[in-house]
């Protein structure tokens, strides 16, 4: 079992920047890759980034050179730096562990773009 508890997210105005933490807790030594999705309302939920245990990054390509995801192995933790936000950014963004072929999620944290 994996835990997962996200911070971070909160109301921002268009191009503004915010930083987005998941923290995990419980079998930490079997997650493989750990990333971040979001949900918009009546959308599904969608990749935005992920990284692997090496460090390989993937991007959805419309927060391509806007977003940044880092993870910190020694405390257990995974970041997603956001800057130029945009009023489309606007969702619920759900941090992710894959252990084997098991996806565990947080609760999730809303961030709202003002325009």
């Known amino acids: 079992q994996v835990q997962l508890v996200e911070s971070g997210g909160g109301l921002v105005q268009a191009g503004g920047s915010l930083r987005l933490s998941c923290a995990a807790s419980?079998?930490?030594?079997?997650?493989?890759?750990m990333g971040w999705f979001r949900q918009a309302p009546g959308k599904q939920r969608e990749l935005v980034a992920i990284i692997s245990s090496g460090g390989s990054t993937t991007y959805a390509d419309s927060v391509k050179g806007r977003f940044t995801i880092l993870r910190d192995g020694a405390v257990n933790t995974v970041y997603l730096h956001m800057n130029s936000l945009k009023p489309e950014d606007t969702a619920v963004y759900y941090c992710?562990?894959?252990?084997?072929?098991?996806?565990?999620w947080g609760q999730g944290t809303q961030v709202t773009v003002s325009s």
């Open positions: 419980g079998n930490i030594f079997s997650i493989n890759a």
């Open positions: 992710a562990a894959d252990v084997r072929s098991l996806r565990y």
